[in-house]
Nanobody, 119 residues
């Protein structure tokens, strides 16, 4: 069982930056791929970024490539999502998720953190 807690969300103006954190409670943090997802009102949840156990392999949705950076600190059981040049369309609830097996199926989810980008 893995518990995930997101933090760092908030209100920011367009063009600004936020850093989200995802803290995991597990002794085997390096067993897990960690992904970030988001869900905007009236829209389906969508993939944002993912990172493998070592941090060397990262993947991004086209919509955030070049603006967002995912990283992890295995000594702190934490994954980060640095979000720069934020746009109105980045407004959503952001969730982190953990998977032992693949980038396609995640077994554990956090409760989410709200990110609101204003004009």
């Amino acid at each position: 069982q893995v518990q995930l807690v997101e933090s760092g969300g908030g209100l920011v103006q367009a063009g600004g930056s936020l850093r989200l954190s995802c803290a995991a409670s597990t002794r085997t943090f390096t067993d897990y791929i960690i992904g970030w997802f988001r869900q905007a009102p009236t829209k389906e949840r969508e993939f944002v970024a993912a990172i493998n156990w070592s941090g060397y392999d990262t993947y991004y949705a086209d919509s955030v490539k070049g603006r967002f950076t995912i990283s992890r600190d295995n000594t702190k059981n934490t994954v980060y999502l640095q979000m720069n040049s934020l746009k109105l369309e980045d407004t959503a609830v952001y969730y982190c998720a953990a998977s032992r097996m693949s980038y396609a199926q995640y077994n554990y989810w956090g409760q989410g953190t709200q990110v609101t980008v204003s004009s």
